[in-house]
Nanobody
């Protein structure tokens, strides 16, 4: 059974930084593409960043240059380093992977950026 658990969210002032973590279990992590999404109140869930099994990355234009996705295959972890945070980055952040044709999501971690 695939499980994803996010951590690292919190309250931060604009311009600050946070590092989100996600640990995966129940799957061959090293072979999986991992991604971060976020969902603000009343908004659709949106893509933030993705990292392939080989380490290639891509980020949404809205966070490009501020957010960095990385992974540690030895620990089954994926990270999202968020710098220069803005109030519009406030959302619940989710990590996700696809395995066996199914998408799996963590429970999310709240990030709140105050102005």
């Amino acid at each position: 059974q695939v499980q994803l658990v996010e951590s690292g969210g919190g309250l931060v002032q604009a311009g600050g930084s946070l590092r989100l973590s996600c640990v995966a279990s129940g799957t061959i992590f090293i072979a999986k593409t991992m991604a971060w999404y976020r969902q603000a109140p009343g908004m659709k869930r949106e893509f933030v960043a993705v990292i392939s099994s080989g380490g290639s990355t891509n980020t949404a234009d809205s966070v490009k240059g501020r957010f960095t996705i990385s992974r540690d295959n030895a620990k089954n972890m994926v990270y999202l380093q968020m710098n220069s945070l803005k109030p519009e980055d406030t959302a619940v952040y989710y990590c996700t992977l696809t395995s066996g044709g199914s998408a799996y999501w963590g429970q999310g971690t709240q990030v709140t950026v105050s102005s």
